[in-house]
């Protein structure tokens, strides 16, 4: 599973006031744990708050890639800021993210070609989030249609079926466990599938339990990355536990151990 921590993101309080207050040392102690904890990647979002994504955007790739040489993955709606980004980003970056629709595709696929970037495809439309299963595979297909045509690698593409609170779409979140499984055979190579995993318990009860639970039931079904909090000591056991009954490590006794160094951690 590619990890990429969620923590840095304006929706949290305390990110939000850093942002404002240009506070570099309390983000990079963000970025410094996550990576510590096991992260791949980490997700820099300015949050809804932000009066300046774009010059906020740059100082959080700048400040963060300061502290830890990760991949980031830009998380704006902006595409200007996204692009702010890409410019002073030292390494290899995720676009987080397009829609299916084509005045998305037409800008985000050239810019994620121009930086040699990762590309994440939301299953949505200006309709907005589908309601069902096959719906969501046709937004995938055509988000690989426009990819395929514009000659981007389709491994460079990562879906994400969008990922609703358990307490608002309870019924969808079964399809979007087919979703993950069925959106792999669209092309070949493949294309990789990625969710924003607490999402799912937002306003819920158990959060922690909720987000572990799926996490391990999206992993059977072949999910690539997940965005999530590193920080959460059981989801990542959690998460180890999974790649070993599905055998993608090799079992030893301190096999969360094993795992945790495997990653850097
Ligand atoms: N897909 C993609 N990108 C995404 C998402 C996705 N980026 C943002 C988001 N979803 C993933 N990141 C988070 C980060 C935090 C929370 C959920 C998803 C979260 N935050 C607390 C809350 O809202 O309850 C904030 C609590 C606080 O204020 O302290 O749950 O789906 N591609």
Redesign the pocket.
């Known amino acids: 599973m590619f990890v990429i921590g969620?923590l840095i993101?304006g929706?949290?309080?305390n990110v939000a006031a850093a942002i404002r207050e240009k506070d570099g040392a309390a983000l990079r102690a963000l970025a410094r744990q996550q990576v510590a904890a096991g992260a791949d990647a980490l997700?820099l979002?300015c949050g809804p708050a932000s009066a300046d994504p774009v010059a906020d955007m740059r100082w959080l790739v700048e400040t963060v890639q300061q502290e830890v040489p990760v991949m980031l993955s830009l998380?704006s709606t902006k595409p200007a800021a996204i692009e702010e980004g890409l410019k002073v980003a030292r390494n290899r970056c995720l676009i987080?993210?397009t829609s299916a629709d084509k005045e998305k595709l037409q800008v985000y696929i050239p810019l994620a070609k121009k930086y040699g970037s990762c590309l994440?495809g939301?299953m949505m439309d200006r309709k907005g989030v589908p309601q069902d299963k096959d719906r969501r595979l046709e937004l995938a297909a055509q988000i690989l249609e426009s990819t395929q045509d514009a000659g981007f690698p389709s491994q460079d593409v990562f879906l994400?079926p969008?990922?609703l609170p358990v307490n608002v779409a309870q019924n969808q979140l079964f399809d979007i466990l087919e979703v993950i499984r069925e959106c792999r055979l669209l092309t070949s190579p493949a294309p990789k599938t990625?969710?924003?995993l607490?999402?799912i318990s937002?306003g819920a009860k158990l959060r922690k339990l909720v987000n572990r639970t799926f996490l391990v039931m999206a992993q059977a079904q072949g999910l690539d990355a997940a965005?999530l909090d590193p920080l959460d000591k059981d989801l990542m056991e959690a998460m180890a536990a999974s790649e070993l009954i599905l055998n993608k490590t090799i079992y030893c006794d301190s096999f969360v151990e094993a795992y945790r160094k495997s990653r850097g951690a």
Do not use: F, R
């Open positions: 969620e993101n929706m949290y309080k997700d979002n998380d987080n993210s994440i939301l994400d969008i990922l990625v969710v924003g607490s999402n937002q965005i």
